[in-house]
């Protein structure tokens, strides 16, 4: 069995061949190995040295608040199930946690809307060993703070030479274990969690490992309670028992069925936060109508970038409003004077699948890609829509593409990080 096959074996991650190879490589360095057939003789019998192939191909990336809106929807979901009583604190799982910047979001987003600690319970899971320590530790690097609103790092860090330690009560809120979501024995606990964060896994996944990861989640929630998902995950999970919930940017689903009350009433102390990227939502909305978008006047090079612009922006309102026909109509707009548009072309292709215009959809984000290739959400949803065909080859492809983009870009982020460090 090749390394390859191992890992896929262990983890679930539909890794590269070059990824696999890089990490090979560097092991075989670490260990002083030329022969190729002793390493895989190594892998084969050496569980220790699975894990360290394991730690160098797993993506533990993250950072403070990434995606702000699921923690304002999270915690105004807590809020109101905590206002309604109970006899037990509300359950939260972060899986996979990486180095502890998502459960630490949402422990800091309750506190500051002024939920107690002992009346949440935090658990966070990640497969990677490394990651698990330093999220323990709770050190973290200026990569860890993005964006303009950093107000909570004022409140729960202090500033240690160049990094920042996380308060001690904020720390003691949440517990880390090493775990394997696909693993049977980590969903031994039935509807045990009433909030569940996995966001930005499944894209690693094949098929058969997406449904076994989905349908272990799918035990480990409440029958009412809500998971929170990456944004190319949403389809996957609506195609095995979940439905989208109306929250924009956040990416809320459901059980199937379950009728969750929602949305809830945001609490009245949710604490500054930075404002997340406007984004379409995937779920199907309703029709509705909508300001048509009015034509671009502006014939100046600057006025004209800041009218597309305002276009683009009103575009993105508008989808995660549901106003299709006015989210659509702006985009059109848009392109009679910017046929370049990548991003008008994306949102024209969210329209369509929100209208089960599948053919339309996918034609609009080739074009997007065409035009940006490095576009990550067009390139998930063509894999989706090519899985969705039975096209494995093709799906393959668009997510591989979308793999390095996100790695890429979580590298070049880490190395202006750092840079900015050293200044």
């Known amino acids: 069995m090749s390394a390859r096959d191992r ?32 390493y895989q003789r190594l892998l084969a019998t050496s569980a220790q040295e699975m894990t360290a192939l394991t730690e160098l191909v797993v993506v533990p990336e993250s950072w403070m608040f990434r995606d702000a809106e699921a923690f304002v929807a999270a915690t105004a979901f807590i809020a109101r199930r905590l206002e309604a009583g109970g006899a037990r604190p509300v359950r939260i799982l972060s899986v996979p946690c990486a180095g502890g910047e998502e459960p630490y979001s949402m422990a800091m987003s309750l506190r500051s809307a002024g939920v107690g600690g002992a009346d949440v319970a935090i658990d966070a899971v990640d497969l990677s060993q490394v990651a698990l320590a330093r999220a323990r530790a709770g050190l973290y690097t200026r990569n860890a703070f993005r964006g303009r609103h950093l107000d909570f790092r004022e409140r729960f860090f202090t ?25 049977p024995a980590f969903s031994s606990r039935p509807g045990y969690y009433d909030v569940i964060f996995c966001r930005n896994l499944l894209i690693y996944f094949d098929d058969p490992t997406v449904a076994a990861a989905i349908a272990s989640l799918s035990r480990l929630l409440a029958d009412d309670g809500i998971l929170f998902a990456g944004y190319a995950e949403v389809p996957a999970f609506c195609r095995n028992g979940f439905a989208a919930l109306r929250a924009p940017g956040a990416f809320a689903l459901e059980k199937a069925g379950a009728g969750a009350s929602w949305p809830p009433r945001l609490p009245a102390r949710q604490h500054a936060r930075p404002p997340p990227p406007a984004r379409p939502v995937v779920h199907t909305p309703a029709l509705s109508a909508g300001p048509v978008a009015r034509p671009l006047r502006a014939t100046a090079p600057a006025a004209l970038k800041t009218a597309a612009a305002d276009l683009l922006a009103r575009a993105r309102r508008q989808s995660d409003l549901g106003d299709l026909q006015g989210a659509a109509a702006a985009c059109r707009e848009l392109l009679e004077h910017d046929p370049d548009s990548a991003d008008a072309y994306f949102i024209l292709g969210m329209v369509s699948e929100c209208e089960q215009k599948m053919d339309a959809a996918g034609d609009y984000w080739r074009r997007c890609v065409y035009l940006k290739p490095d576009h990550y959400e067009a390139l998930c949803h063509l894999a989706l829509l090519a899985e969705q065909s039975g096209d494995r080859v093709q799906a393959a492809a668009f997510k591989q593409r979308a793999a390095r983009i996100y790695q890429r870009a979580n590298g070049n982020e880490r190395d202006s990080a750092a840079r900015k460090d050293a200044r």
């Not at 061949?17 to 190729?36: F, P, S, T």
């Not at 001690?168 to 696909?182: H, K, S, Y």
């Open 7 to 38: 890992l896929q074996q262990v983890t679930g991650l539909n890794l590269t061949e070059a990824i696999v190879e890089r990490a090979v490589e560097r092991r075989m360095q670490a260990l002083a190995l030329a022969d190729a057939l002793a």
């Open 159 to 183: 500033a240690v030479g160049a990094e920042y330690q996380i308060c001690d009560e904020i720390r003691g809120q949440v517990t880390f274990n090493q775990a394997n979501l696909l693993d």
